[in-house]
């Protein structure tokens, strides 16, 4: 259950493109005519990003990028990770659809840790993927929910919590402290873990990601 929150800094990325337009045309042909990876960083684009990096160890580097719909009027992005093969560009995994605001979600690449992160007012949430070279595909490996939440009467203090759930080791580990906003002093450091079995609804599969904001109520 989501009742934690945490302020996290508003962050729109910076899209470095590296690439040719003769590589963008080609993105743009193999992801369309349905999405569109955009580099006019216009606010409706600006969760638009574009990374390569060799995920499988072949010499070949794979293409991950998050795209917007076409139609400037359906606030959609998708993340597709497509790799050459023979010469030819194709798509060897992509995420589901997913709205898009001013908070996110945001797309981090860190070699072969892909992570999605949605933030909100007080708060901010993730989930990490790790690519399988075996299966050339994104499997989910974490999801990750924190807040804080101003105490009551206010007095300067907050209430923090986080909860991250490791699918590898079915360990939800749970932190909490109270914080002062002037001192930066923590109190009350809690911090526990609990072993529980994945949940049913909650898939592996990029393909069937869910919205970091509000997809995962089931694993807390």
């Known amino acids: 259950m989501k009742t934690l929150v945490i302020l996290f800094c508003f962050y729109v990325p910076c899209i470095c493109f590296g690439q040719s337009s ?10 369309g005519p349905e999405y569109i990876l955009d580099t006019d960083m216009s606010p409706y684009h600006s969760y638009n990003s574009f990374q390569q990096i060799d995920l499988d160890g072949d010499g070949t ?11 400037s009027t359906k606030e959609t992005n998708k993340i597709f990770i497509l790799k050459r093969q023979n010469h030819v560009l194709k798509i060897l995994d992509s995420s589901a659809a997913y709205e898009v605001d001013g908070r996110g979600p945001q797309v981090e690449v860190n070699g072969d840790t892909l992570t999605v992160i949605h933030s909100f007012h007080r708060g901010s949430s993730s989930i990490t993927y790790i690519y399988n070279s075996k299966v050339h595909r994104y499997i989910l490996s974490n999801v990750f929910y924190s807040g804080i939440t101003p105490n009551v009467p206010y007095d300067g203090t907050y209430s923090y919590g986080s909860q991250s759930y490791d699918i590898k080791n079915s360990a939800l580990t749970a932190i909490s402290y109270e914080g002062d906003y002037g001192s930066g002093d923590r109190r009350k450091l809690k911090k526990t873990i609990t072993h529980k079995k994945m949940p049913k609804g909650l898939s592996l599969k990029l393909s069937n990601m ?11």
Request: net charge negative; no cysteine.
């Open 61 to 71: 580097k794979e293409i991950i990028i998050a795209a917007s719909k076409t139609d």
């Open 210 to 220: 869910k919205d970091p904001y509000d997809g995962y109520d089931d694993v807390f």
């Open 22 to 31: 003769e590589l963008l045309d080609s993105i743009n042909k193999i992801i």
